[in-house]
């Protein structure tokens, strides 16, 4: 009804206007501090919200278990309301697990959403592996960088794969798994090796053979005038049925980043010890990097059958072993 005609019909109807109007609005508020409070008091974050807390959902955790979890890091309010909505909403057989950041207090349905797209609130996790580690040292990076990896079952789960697992600087996202994180590194070394393809076929030597080999350069030299020269003379060897005799290999038999190994090593019954067994250890003692793989593949042909590392931090190579002698007595001083 039109205000103006509604008055000057009937001049005491201003009075029932303004009545029903305060009536109508008081509603209105009513209505409003009903729905604020009922927001506050179950949608809301609650009032302790842990801003800036990371929370790690694992991969298989039931809706049951994420809901109380997020309640204990005071995340949600009520993990009741939380699993009410993921089950309406469908999404509570699609929780996305991984790392959590929760900067700023959100209410449950924000944070339902981001559960079920993954919506993590963290940058990428960005690990770098330098060439020649092995996947034990990858393990440790890997579970300084995803708490929810452990060295242990990433070790497990990737030794198979040692040799293979590109050193490169990566980008992960804070969802990756085990799985993922060897799915990617695979797919780059394979990636990177491709480029080699026509020489490995060329080398007349198998991919394993050339990576294996590698993994021992990568160790024994550092420089790829050296690399060239070192994997010439492990060529040399295996062509006359030599054996290696590399010392790289007892750091990979004993675990531990020296190897210099003492007599008693250099009988320790391994397949990958190359003083009692003659030809390539059984696999790669590392992850080589191109340049020792090039190396591998482009060696220096000399008669060189000797190498060491001197005092001076210098390669000295030999033809002979009386040679090879004398660097000892002149290098290893």
């Not at 809901?67 to 699609?94: F, K, M």
């Not at 060439?131 to 040292?137: A, I, K, M």
């Not at 080999?213 to 040399?236: D, M, Q």
Request: proline share 6%; net charge neutral; charged share 20%.
């Amino acid at each position: 009804m039109d205000f103006e005609k509604y008055v000057s019909a009937d001049p005491s109807a201003i009075k029932k206007y303004l009545a029903s109007s305060w009536q109508r609005w008081a509603l209105v508020f009513a209505i409003g501090f009903v729905v604020a409070i009922g927001y506050r008091l179950t949608l809301a974050p609650p009032a302790d919200f842990s801003s800036g807390s990371i929370v790690h959902i694992t991969s298989g955790n039931s809706v049951i278990g994420v809901s109380e979890q997020l309640a204990t890091a005071h995340i949600v309010r009520y993990p009741q309301l939380l699993r009410a909505i993921l089950r309406i909403t469908g999404a509570s057989g699609h929780l996305q697990a991984g790392s959590y950041l929760f900067s700023t207090p959100q209410n449950v349905f924000i944070i339902a959403y981001r559960l079920s797209v993954g919506a993590y609130g963290l940058p990428p996790t960005r690990i770098t592996f330098p060439e020649g580690e092995t996947v034990r040292d990858y393990a440790a990076r890997i579970d300084e960088a995803f708490p929810t990896i452990s060295s242990a079952d990433f070790l497990l789960r990737a030794q198979a794969h040692e040799g293979y697992l590109f050193p490169d600087t990566y980008l992960f996202s804070p969802s990756s798994d085990i799985d993922a994180i060897i799915k990617t590194m695979r797919a780059n070394f394979d990636t990177k090796i491709a480029s080699l393809e026509s020489d490995i076929a060329a080398s007349g030597h198998s991919l394993s053979d050339v990576i294996t080999l590698a993994s021992l350069v990568e160790k024994e030299a550092r420089t790829i005038g050296n690399r060239r020269i070192v994997a010439g003379i492990l060529w040399n060897r295996l062509k006359l049925g030599m054996p290696l005799q590399v010392d790289a290999v007892f750091g990979y038999i004993f675990s531990r980043d020296t190897y210099s190994p003492s007599f008693a090593d250099l009988k320790v019954d391994s397949p990958y010890n190359t003083y009692t067994h003659r030809g390539l250890p059984p696999g790669p003692i590392d992850n080589p990097g191109l340049e020792s793989i090039d190396a591998v593949l482009h060696p220096t042909k000399t008669d060189y059958l000797y190498y060491l590392t001197g005092n001076d931090n210098q390669m000295h190579y030999a033809v002979t072993f009386a040679e090879h002698r004398l660097n000892q007595q002149k290098y290893l001083r």
